[in-house]
């Protein structure tokens, strides 16, 4: 029985993260929470078996979410979460419902966008069919080359190699060796956040399956037969399959940056906001991947059970990342320790090198799912080389594996061209985190600006324009409660004084940002707009820019 003096939990989300978070609490504060689960969609479904399902080697399983949430001891409410009061502590729903918490968990997850046009952009379940017509087209003899491309952005890889991998097998079990096939990534290896051992093991799979692949390369469209490729060249290719490319749904009241992520610290924690979390692919954290969802949930989850009294001390968030490929043939495991200078600690097995050896690895969830499907797990001892890790991945280094977008680099020294210093505004408004709306709409408008930047203690975290003005007003929000810092766009992408122009521009127009700071280690150095960059450009090249 949940005493009425409990702490008001709301967990935004219906997908592992915000499961796992619902167990976890359970687990750990046991009466001393009320949790209560809001989502958009009445199923959770399990869809990492997706890339499978068109082969015929797996099928994508679908739970009634009101029922899971009931046997993790929460509530179900329908709706997704579209703004938060975090001063009165109210959240906001798609159905105009305002739901009450002492403490919120937003776990909403990412929304996948199509990233390369032309492509087909396999997205999961909804796109099983489209994949079955190309295996038919395939076998039809209609098609004679296949692209798999990654592209740039906030993507998790892995599917579009199990893809390429079951494709394969699919066309050598048929004897179809008229089909080409091929993998492009912006990668500089194959599968690369799984270091060493993890991306040799899949350059063996894709050698013994024929299919040839072509790294360090951002797919950018596909054009009368031909993928255009960053930084130069292109592909010939009759079909594309594409992943998506991730951005997190917009919501009001939180600081989020342009592809919608939320800064959290070590703890899952908002950045600024009090009783306020964040977890799974959401966050800002790089990898977006369900292992590491639960991961996020469950440092969260100790955190809160501990401010609710529960007797434990909350862990930082120390992720391992840990995959299961899908060949068509016998699934390869593979893990990646990144230890910080020791050594690339990676490896890649036929055996399972996790417990329980599920697609998605939740401390909680995944012996729940397999209750609650009435499957049984073995012992564990019954599993050879099976063993638990838990190592720190270093961010700098994940950032560096996972920032797969095309480079905007510095001008050379001594080369004689237009660069953002020779453009830019170089005093910029600079605000502070706490101050109010209405204060910075005043100051915006004494000095006729678009844009302030948002600094704390002298470093960039944010930007905020009057396009965000806009919509917090629309909002009904009142100026002189609500914050720089809840309605910014935080971790804003800055270019440094030394950018040429051009690729400052080509920045700008593919993101539509009108401002761009302008920063040196972290600190404002000056506030680019648009209509100057795009004047200077435009009279250097010649080309019209649309404006």
Not at 68 to 97: K, M, Q
Not at 174 to 199: K, N
Not at 284 to 294: R, S
Not at 460 to 482: K, N, Q, Y
């Amino acid at each position: 029985m949940v005493r009425h003096s409990s702490l008001r939990v709301l967990i935004a989300g219906g997908g592992v993260a915000a499961l796992e978070a619902a167990l976890a609490l359970r687990a750990l504060a046991q009466d001393r929470l009320n949790v209560e689960l809001l989502a958009p969609e009445p199923q959770f479904w399990y869809r990492p078996l997706a890339v499978a399902e068109p082969f015929g080697l797996g099928e994508v399983r679908q739970f009634e979410l009101a029922e899971l949430a009931a046997a993790a001891g929460a509530t179900f409410s329908p709706g997704a979460l579209t703004a938060v009061d975090a001063e009165r502590r109210l959240a906001h729903t798609s159905l105009g419902s305002s739901l009450p918490y002492d403490v919120l968990l937003v776990a909403c997850g990412a929304v996948p966008s199509p990233a390369v046009p032309g492509a087909l952009t396999f997205r999961g379940p909804a796109d099983t069919e489209r994949i079955r017509q190309l295996l038919e087209d395939l076998a039809a003899g209609r098609v004679g080359r296949v692209a798999f491309v990654v592209p740039w952005g906030a993507v998790w890889s892995l599917p579009i190699y199990e893809l390429a991998l079951m494709t394969a097998a699919y066309l050598t079990e048929r004897e179809l060796d008229h089909v080409e096939l091929i993998l492009v990534t912006p990668e500089e290896e194959p599968l690369q956040l799984f270091g060493r051992a993890g991306s040799e093991a899949v350059r063996e799979l894709l050698e013994e399956r024929s299919i040839a692949l072509q790294t360090s390369a951002c797919p950018v469209e596909l054009v009368d037969g031909e993928l255009c490729l960053v930084p130069e060249g292109s592909i010939a290719a009759d079909r594309v399959v594409a992943l998506p490319r991730l951005r997190g749904p917009r919501i009001d009241g939180l600081p989020q940056t342009v592809e919608g992520f939320i800064p959290v610290d070590a703890h899952g924690q908002v950045h600024g906001l009090s009783d306020l979390f964040a977890a799974g692919d959401i966050t800002n954290f790089p990898v977006k991947q369900g292992g590491i969802a639960t991961q996020q949930a469950d440092t969260a989850a100790e955190l809160i059970a501990a401010n609710a009294g529960a007797d434990l001390t909350p862990q930082p968030f120390r992720p391992v990342l840990r995959g299961l490929l899908l060949t068509g043939r016998q699934p390869r495991y593979l893990r990646h320790e990144l230890t910080g200078g020791a050594g690339d600690a990676s490896a890649a097995s036929p055996e399972p090198l996790w417990w329980p050896p599920a697609k998605i690895v939740g401390r909680y969830l995944a012996p729940f799912l397999g209750t609650v499907a009435g499957v049984e797990s073995p012992p564990e001892a019954a599993i050879p080389g099976a063993l638990a890790v838990e190592v720190e991945l270093e961010r700098e280094q994940l950032a560096d594996a996972t920032a797969l977008r095309p480079e905007i680099g510095r001008a050379a020294e001594g080369e004689n061209r237009t660069t953002v210093e020779d453009v830019m505004s170089a005093d910029p408004l600079v605000v502070a985190p706490e101050d109010t709306l209405g204060e910075v709409a005043e100051k915006m408008r004494e000095r006729d600006l678009g844009s302030a930047l948002v600094c704390d203690d002298g470093r960039l975290i944010g930007i905020l324009t009057s396009r965000d003005l806009l919509r917090a007003f629309a909002g009904r929000v009142h100026p002189s409660e609500a914050r720089a810092r809840e309605w910014m766009t935080a971790e804003p992408i800055t270019v440094s004084a030394a950018t040429p122009i051009e690729a400052a521009v080509t920045l700008m127009t593919e993101y539509g940002f009108h401002h761009l700071p302008v920063v040196e280690e972290e600190r404002p150095a000056g506030m680019l707009g648009l209509r100057q960059a795009a004047r200077r450009a435009r009279g250097r090249t010649g080309i019209s820019l649309g404006f």
